[in-house]
């Protein structure tokens, strides 16, 4: 045991010392009363004396302990704990990472996971060497970092005041924050920076740290783990589809739920509300601590979204995480609009016939609304309406030549807001124009398009065959039956290599060349087919996989959207782009509106207040509902059981200090001092608790 103020025990000391002496001085003094006649008796033979006691010993053993008590909470008591404070040996900036994220707000005992963070934290910057400065850096982007200074009071100060604000389950995980911290020393310090990021176990606190930040140490530290019996119980996942099976209207929603630790039983109640209305209520029951629910609910008007939540009806460590709000449409679909380059009156010769006929007789949920416009009614439709794009998830150009600058821009804005783009190729589409047009926002820059299997000096050509496809590919996710191994293709463009772009190839040619590639650009995906939709250039439309292919497709890059305008989900904090007309009014789950401006000359504006769990709409000027989505936690951080956590920078083992870890004991004496001053005052108050013992005297 360790005492970080000894010299408390001393007052302690004189303290009870006193107390001792004012009990004695203070017992009852015997009273001489005259007596007239005392005279007339003959005086004693010697005097009779009676032996002093100490009166009201209980009452003086409360005090003096009270004393001894208090004396020794203010001196610190701390007994070593069986971990230790990794810190660095010698001076140095030391840049402090508190882990904010959502499951920190889990309470654990006595407190939070935010408290024993912001302990550890405390206990950090106490046990840094002589002359080191110090500063602070969050989880949270809202809330600003400390530069490294000397004072360490004003650290502690900030310490105390993170640990005390409320909570918000921010979407950046510790390791994010880390990246970003060293940043908060000044250019040219000559002092060696390390940086001590403190979280609890779950995957967006330690285990996400990397072992090093560019040439920047990283020292982590856990605090103690989520006991095994804590009760915690989570939503894993939420899918609903809509069922016009059971009739016009209905819809399907199947969560998966996880618990851990210890229950009374195997069985945990889930309501299903619409619009703050409960509508049912079941009971999931546990195996393994996973289970399945499923709600079914007919929507008075199947074109309108409505706000559903699911709530796990239970007290668990996490409280947070026991909602999962989602909009609900019974004829949710994805719009999909189609630009034909290249269109005819006999079907089988137009560009986009193959393609739309596919995705027509799509069967997964929810639907594809497919949309065929020419390119000039395309142009015009931008003109007429600026967020035309903003109600459309995936955008084709097929075969379309290169569009003004305009044009190109309001698609280059869309993209980057989560609409998904197409681009084919064909005879209309001329390398030059389109690398000057569109640019960065094609995943590589295009060459001229050539016949396979000519080489220079010789006419003969030969058909080129596909690679079998990379079905881990994010366009090909989901995708089934891609029977495309007898294609063959007569033409293909040609694309300018590039090492660094950060490209993921579908499908390739058994040449190497690729035949469809992609690139996400903002928060949409674009891909390209360096062949036609048709079969002026291949024999892709004819193959058994055509169907899955261009569903497949189609249906990844509606994910930057959510798939459709119901359903879309994001996490606690992340920003939300907006399409439409300035300025946007967005609704929040509390009821409270929000105002936002463009936050660009184009007009690209990002709503970021996204803090509340729950269901958002945005209006934009003229009032119409461009966007709903809802915010829901993150259900990794609902996993309380810990991860695997990085390892330590091997090259600073030599330089750091294992100071051995103390657990404080003075809660505990202030909790015995608390009962003894209850003691004390019952024996002031109730003086005939110590009468037996006076009368034994």
């Not at 940043?183 to 001590?196: E, K, N, W």
């Not at 660094?500 to 949409?524: H, I, K, W």
Request: with cysteine.
């Amino acid at each position: 045991m360790n005492l970080l103020a000894p010299w408390m025990l001393l007052a302690g000391a004189l303290a009870a010392a006193a107390f001792t002496v004012l009990h004695l001085r203070g017992r009852r003094r015997v009273r001489t009363v005259p007596f007239a006649a005392v005279r007339f008796l003959p005086p004693p033979s010697e005097p009779k004396t009676r032996r002093r006691r100490v009166e009201d010993r209980w009452l003086l053993a409360a005090r003096v302990a009270l004393a001894l008590a208090l004396a020794f909470a203010a001196a610190r008591p701390h007994v070593e704990a069986d971990t230790h404070l990794a810190v660095y040996g010698t001076p140095h900036d030391a840049i402090v990472v508190l882990d904010g994220s959502a499951s920190t707000a889990a309470v654990l005992g006595p407190g939070t996971v935010r408290d024993a963070i912001a302990l550890r934290a405390r206990e950090l910057v106490d046990a840094l060497p002589a002359g080191s400065r110090v500063g602070l850096a969050f989880t949270d982007p809202e809330r600003p970092g400390l530069e490294p200074t000397e004072d360490f009071a004003t650290v502690r100060e900030r310490i105390d005041a993170w640990r005390d604000a409320p909570p918000r389950p921010v979407a950046r995980a510790l390791g994010e924050a880390v990246a970003e911290a060293a940043a908060l020393v000044p250019a040219g310090s000559s002092r060696p920076l390390v940086l001590y990021p403190i979280g609890d176990h779950t995957a967006g606190g330690v285990p996400s740290v990397p072992r090093a930040a560019g040439t920047t140490a990283v020292l982590p530290d856990a605090v103690p783990d989520a006991p095994p019996d804590v009760r915690q119980a989570w939503f894993a996942s939420v899918r609903w589809t809509p069922d016009p099976a059971v009739e016009p209207g209905a819809v399907r929603i199947e969560a998966e739920l996880r618990r851990m630790g210890s229950w009374p039983g195997d069985r945990l109640p889930v309501a299903f509300e619409v619009e703050g209305r409960e509508i049912a209520r079941t009971e999931a029951a546990f195996a393994d601590d996973r289970s399945t629910v499923v709600f079914t609910h007919v929507l008075d008007d199947p074109t309108t979204p409505v706000a559903a939540t699911l709530r796990i009806v239970a007290d668990d460590a996490l409280p947070a995480d026991d909602t999962h709000t989602l909009w609900l449409q019974a004829d949710e679909r994805v719009d999909v609009l189609v630009v034909d380059g290249a269109p005819s009156e006999l079907r089988p010769h137009d560009e986009v016939f193959y393609l739309v006929t596919a995705l027509g007789v799509a069967k997964r949920e929810p639907a594809l609304e497919v949309t065929v416009q020419t390119p000039n009614a395309f142009a015009q439709r931008l003109r007429d309406d600026d967020g035309a794009l903003g109600r459309t998830d995936v955008l084709v150009l097929a075969n379309v030549p290169a569009p003004d600058p305009a044009v190109a821009s309001a698609v280059a804005q869309a993209v980057d807001r989560g609409m998904g783009l197409w681009i084919t190729a064909g005879d209309h589409v001329l390398p030059a124009d389109y690398n000057r047009t569109f640019g960065p926002l094609l995943p590589l820059a295009l060459r001229d398009a050539k016949v396979t299997g000519t080489l220079p000096g010789r006419a003969e050509a030969k058909a080129e065959h596909l690679a079998p496809p990379n079905l881990d590919d994010p366009l090909l996710s989901g995708a089934a039956d891609l029977d495309l191994s007898t294609t063959t293709t007569h033409r293909l463009l040609l694309l300018e290599p590039t090492p660094d772009a950060e490209v993921d190839t579908a499908l390739t040619f058994q040449s190497g060349a690729p035949a469809l590639l992609s690139a996400q650009r903002g928060r949409g995906r674009v891909a390209l087919l360096t062949t036609t939709l048709d079969r002026d250039w291949t024999d892709l439309p004819l193959q058994p996989g055509f169907v899955a292919l261009c569903e497949a497709v189609v249906r990844n890059l509606a994910r930057g959207r959510g798939g459709g305008h119901a359903g879309r989900r994001i996490r606690p904090g992340a920003p939300r782009p907006l399409s439409g007309t300035a300025p946007w009014t967005v609704e929040l789950p509390d009821g409270s509106r929000r105002t936002v401006t463009a936050g660009d000359e184009d007009g690209a504006a990002v709503f970021d207040e996204t803090w509340q769990l729950g269901a958002y709409e945005v209006r934009d000027a003229e009032q119409r509902v461009v966007d709903r989505f809802s915010v829901v936690f993150d259900p990794a951080e609902s996993d309380l059981r810990p991860q695997p956590a990085p390892a330590r920078d091997p090259g600073l083992e030599a330089g750091v200090t294992e100071i051995p870890r103390s657990a404080p004991l003075a809660g505990r004496v202030l909790e015995l001092a608390a009962w003894l001053l209850l003691f004390e005052a019952a024996l002031r108050v109730l003086p005939g608790i110590g009468a037996p013992w006076r009368r034994r005297r």
